[in-house]
């Protein structure tokens, strides 16, 4: 727009070609720093999966499980997305919104 209020005429955008998503992924991995990262990430992105499967079992929307947290819709879609590591007090309020008991353990590296 100008500052008259007129609609101004971008120049048309060249097409990107898209890239599916698996050729992508698959490109990505030949590379070692991006695989040292990926795999880095590999005990979160579990927690991650972990969490959303728990809610999925309780058959509970993000909704509901904030309501039985006592928090709000955003916090969850926020532990779900993995956008900061939940405390051990978050986790167990998690698992007692979704009828789970929290367990942690420790594993020997390399198993």
């Known amino acids: 727009?100008?500052?008259a209020g007129k609609a101004t005429r971008e120049p048309p955008r060249k097409p990107r070609?898209?890239?599916p998503v698996e050729e992508a992924i698959a490109r990505w991995r030949k590379n070692p720093a991006y695989k040292k990262a990926y795999d880095a990430?590999?005990?979160e992105f579990a927690l991650i999966a972990e969490i959303i499967k728990a809610r999925a079992k309780?058959?509970?929307t993000q909704a509901e499980l904030a309501k039985r947290m006592q928090t709000t819709q955003g916090a969850i879609a926020r532990l779900e997305s993995g956008s900061g590591l939940?405390?051990?007090r978050t986790l167990k309020r998690f698992a007692a919104a979704t009828g789970h008991r929290l367990?942690?353990?420790f594993e020997p590296v390399g198993s």
């Open 1 to 3: 727009m100008t500052k």
């Open 17 to 19: 070609k898209m890239i």
């Open 41 to 43: 990430l590999d005990e």
């Open 58 to 60: 309780a058959g509970l």
């Open 86 to 88: 939940p405390s051990t």
């Open 103 to 105: 367990k942690i353990s």
